[in-house]
């Protein structure tokens, strides 16, 4: 299994597990160009996602292996509060180190696909 697909399943069930992250794995996201610890933020930021959107998650995943960097693309989708739903099409570029564990990830999507998420989230 690809890092990126393992990294793809760690948000799906928000569990990280052990292992998977090194110490000091980062996130960094196209729409705000912040870098934020992946543990536990980006894992608190999907919880956060669904506690308003519940069936939040990524759909239709493809994940590409090219050694120390591997590709998922996928659809972020769900629906809202008022019943819409939104799609978005993504890319996770996940970098490791020489131990495989995860160092860094960086979110590839289009802001404008995201805004009624945004809108929702408040």
């Known amino acids: 299994m690809t890092a990126a697909a393992r990294v793809v399943d760690a948000l799906t069930t928000l569990d990280p597990g052990e292992g ?3 110490p000091g794995a980062v996130t960094w996201h196209s729409f705000d160009g912040v870098e934020a610890p992946t543990v536990p933020d980006t894992v608190e930021s999907v919880r956060a996602i669904r506690r308003v959107v519940p069936d939040f998650g990524m759909a239709e995943v493809r994940t590409h292996d090219a050694g120390a960097v591997s590709v998922a693309q ?3 989708r769900g629906t809202l509060p008022d019943g819409g739903v939104f799609r978005a099409p993504a890319v996770l ?5 020489d131990d495989g564990r995860v ?3 960086e979110e590839y999507v289009d802001t404008a696909q995201l805004a009624p998420l945004f809108a929702a989230l408040g």
Request: hydrophobic share 50%; no cysteine.
């Open 20 to 22: 998977l992250f090194a």
């Open 74 to 76: 996928y659809t972020l």
């Open 93 to 97: 570029v996940v970098h490791t180190g």
């Open 103 to 105: 160092t860094r990830i």
